[in-house]
């Protein structure tokens, strides 16, 4: 299923970057991120009260699923996904250094 949504995701963005005006481009994929970022910051605001609450089994699989949706939207969008990147990049560094330091 994660493959689908994913798919339609990678669509958006490719209508998304076909939008002349950048400005409103930038909307549009404010508008498409807009769940995954509102998960994110969810899973984000529970890791700050506990760290450890990554080692769960659904906020990894979640969190997976939602670089996994940014993947796709980047991918159709290229150097218009900045803007997306720049929201979650330090997030993503500090979950991937948590991740590391389990292993």
Not at 15 to 40: C, F, H, V
Not at 63 to 91: E, R, W
Request: include cysteine; charge should be neutral; aromatic fraction near 8%.
């Amino acid at each position: 299923q994660s493959l689908h949504i994913n798919t339609f995701y990678e669509a958006i963005g490719l209508m998304i970057s076909a939008e002349p005006d950048t400005a409103r481009a930038g909307e549009y994929l404010q508008r498409l991120m807009s769940l995954p970022n509102l998960k994110w910051q969810e899973i984000m605001a529970m890791a700050r009260q506990n760290p450890m609450s990554l080692r769960e089994a659904e906020p990894a699989r979640k969190l997976a699923n939602i670089l996994a949706t940014n993947t796709s939207v980047c991918t159709s969008m290229k150097g218009a996904f900045q803007k997306q990147l720049g929201l979650i990049f330090n997030d993503v560094l500090a979950v991937y250094k948590t991740y590391s330091e389990l292993c």
